[in-house]
């Protein structure tokens, strides 16, 4: 996420319930992710797993930025 997203994350998050949930989502893929990632050897179970995590990470970031586009052309309109 790059600062402007960030900002409008930390703005609008609190009251956004589907947004606030994108996000956490989002963290607890990237930990996953992280942790599969760091090991020196994974089983092939374990590399589908970390397959399906990218996946599932992209669509939540896909909505989570959709959403966010919609808040920053809000915000435009209303300068």
């Known amino acids: ?25 989002h963290k607890l ?3 996953q992710l992280e942790k599969l990632e760091n090991k020196n050897f994974r089983t092939p179970a374990e590399e589908q797993q970390a397959r399906e995590l990218k996946k599932q990470k992209l669509e939540g970031k896909t909505k989570l930025v959709a959403i966010l586009d919609r808040y920053k052309k809000n915000e435009e309109k209303a300068k």
């Open 1 to 25: 996420m790059d600062a402007p997203e960030m900002r409008l994350l930390e703005k609008y998050a609190p009251g956004d319930e589907e947004l606030r949930s994108l996000w956490e989502e």
């Open 29 to 31: 893929f990237e930990k």
